[in-house]
């Protein structure tokens, strides 16, 4: 439907959509890998200052 | 909420999460839209079909170019204010820029190969962008040889606000070296006076990248805060071990 | 001021001294032209016409291979963090240190130009405009090359890095350097128009080269 060029039209939208799908997937992956290493450290009793001073007082 | 409160951390990613829903819709909404509209607009008198590539490869460009100024403005708020987000903005910054300039020189390979006849052609906009290109892989090389966030920052700060005062000499010598080789030939639309009917699919599209880039952005700032939280829980960890 | 000179003196005899490696990047720079006809064939007339474009190409690699020692040294050893912390602005101590860069490893460069410029089939106006093109660009290379010298000692990390960040700023320098010298010698453009960019663009490179170095070292600090 793109005339004698659609490879190079498809192929540069094709290009285009890989590549962006490809940085919203590592986006995601990468923020729910984050989250869970996060909360094993917290499970773990590793907190930080500011989530600390309503449990335990040193 | 004034800007001094996004420095704390945790508001940020409270105000991301809270916004990052919204936005990812507008972008897929827009994108939708501007997809549509190219698709129905119409072959150009002298490069037929091939003008559609112009509606991804323009945003692409435009974005490559933003995305260094986004990082200028995150360095002088590293250097200037040591504002702990600015740091955080340009890291996360970097490999969008890199992919979207990328993607600027993808496509605009693909659309050379029907106009000029070749893949590649040292053009005057094509070279710059390369140069570009080149200009991101060494900041990301920056970003990834230090351990130390912090440092690695300021460093990657200047460097970036060094290139933004070169690149615009870099452009003006491509420029000028490319009309001593070869004076253009090609004709290329893209002028000032773009038709109506290109230049709404166009802007569409060109907002509609800019808030993916904007999306994605908040996005990677998230994850990169999350990272340093959990470098620093890891350390703590060590220290408290260690004692 | 005096401090300024001493340090000018100390760079110059430190750099002359057995394994201050000064003489090493012409010896570089030598290879590198020798290596040219083994890649291009010893076609005199090609050699000629690129004569410019290699010569430039090698002064430039020359003094990116030198680059890393600006600092280097004056790291290893602790003088560094002295002149950081001196009362003489870091700006200008920077800028001295680069001027003492430049003639230690840039001027031999030029130095040994023509005899390279016979290897290569120029004749004797065409070496002419290549080493008056080197005088006035090598002091750019030196001084936005500095900026990546000032990076790599601040994160400890050199060689690879260094160039892949120096030579994306060091293009224009090359673009307006060979046009200058292929300008004069076949023209149909005038040697002046991009002599005198090049020109500007050491002037420019002289402002921001010890700026951004001078805030690289004082990162290093904290």
Redo the contacts between chains.
């Keep these: 439907m793109f005339g004698p060029y659609a490879t190079f039209i498809v192929g540069s939208y094709a290009v285009v959509a890989g590549v962006i799908g490809a940085l919203i997937v590592w986006v995601a992956w990468d923020h729910r890998r984050q989250t869970a290493t996060l909360r094993e450290l917290e499970a773990s009793g590793v907190t930080r200052r500011s989530a600390r001073g309503k449990t335990a007082a040193p | 909420m004034a800007v001094i409160d996004l420095a704390n951390p945790t508001r940020f990613l409270k105000l991301v999460e809270r916004v990052l829903p919204w936005l990812a819709l507008a972008t897929a909404v827009t994108l939708a839209i501007g997809l549509q509209q190219s698709l129905a607009a119409p072959d150009d008198y002298q490069q037929g079909a091939t003008v559609k590539i112009m509606f991804i490869h323009v945003p692409n460009a435009w974005l490559a170019m933003f995305v260094w100024g986004v990082m200028s403005l995150s360095a002088l708020g590293t250097?200037v204010w040591r504002h702990p987000l600015a740091d955080v903005s340009a890291q996360a910054a970097a490999p969008l820029g890199a992919a979207f300039t990328f993607l600027a020189l993808v496509t605009g390979s693909l659309w050379g190969r029907p106009m000029w006849g070749t893949y590649w052609e040292w053009d005057a906009r094509m070279t710059s962008v390369l140069?570009l290109f080149?200009?991101y892989?060494?900041l990301i090389?920056?970003w990834r040889?230090?351990e130390d966030p912090a440092?690695?920052a300021?460093?990657a700060a200047?460097?970036t606000?060094?290139?933004a005062?070169?690149l615009p000499?870099?452009k003006?010598?491509?420029d000028?070296?490319n009309t001593?080789h070869q004076p253009a030939s090609v004709l290329r639309a893209g002028g000032p006076a773009l038709d109506n009917a290109f230049l709404i699919p166009l802007l569409t599209m060109g907002v509609a990248f800019s808030l993916l880039f904007v999306t994605l952005h908040l996005a990677a700032m998230r994850n990169e805060i999350l990272r340093r939280r959990i470098r620093s829980l890891r350390m703590m960890q060590a220290a408290q071990g260690a004692a | 001021m005096s401090a300024l000179a001493a340090l000018l003196r100390r760079d110059i005899r430190v750099a002359l001294r057995v394994g201050g490696g000064a003489l090493i990047g012409m010896l570089f720079f030598l290879t590198v032209v020798v290596l040219m006809p083994f890649a291009l064939g010893p076609d005199l007339a090609l050699l000629r016409r690129l004569g410019p474009a290699i010569l430039w190409l090698g002064a430039m690699l020359a003094s990116l291979l030198t680059l890393d020692r600006l600092f280097l040294a004056d790291s290893e050893d602790g003088s560094l963090d002295l002149l950081v912390m001196s009362r003489t602005p870091l700006e200008l101590t920077c800028a001295t240190k680069a001027v003492a860069h430049w003639l230690t490893a840039g001027v031999p460069l030029i130095v040994i130009t023509p005899a390279l410029g016979l290897l290569l089939n120029l004749d004797l106006l065409a070496t002419a405009a290549v080493a008056l093109t080197l005088i006035a660009g090598t002091p750019a290379l030196t001084f936005t090359g500095m900026?990546g010298a000032a990076?790599a000692v601040?994160?400890h990390?050199g060689g690879l890095?260094l160039a892949?960040?120096v030579?994306?700023?060091s293009?224009?320098v090359l673009?307006?350097g060979v046009?200058a010298s292929t300008a004069a010698i076949t023209g149909p453009?005038s040697f002046g128009t991009p002599f005198s960019?090049l020109c500007a663009?050491s002037l420019?490179s002289f402002v921001?080269g010890p700026f951004?170095a001078a805030?690289?070292l004082r990162?290093r600090m904290d």
């Design positions: 250097l140069v080149v200009m892989l060494g090389a920056l040889a230090v440092r690695a300021r460093a200047i460097l606000l060094v290139g005062i070169n000499i870099i003006f010598s491509v000028w070296w001593l | 900026i990076l601040t994160l990390r890095l892949v960040i030579v994306p700023l293009i224009p673009i307006f046009a453009l960019i663009l420019a921001i951004a805030a690289c990162q």
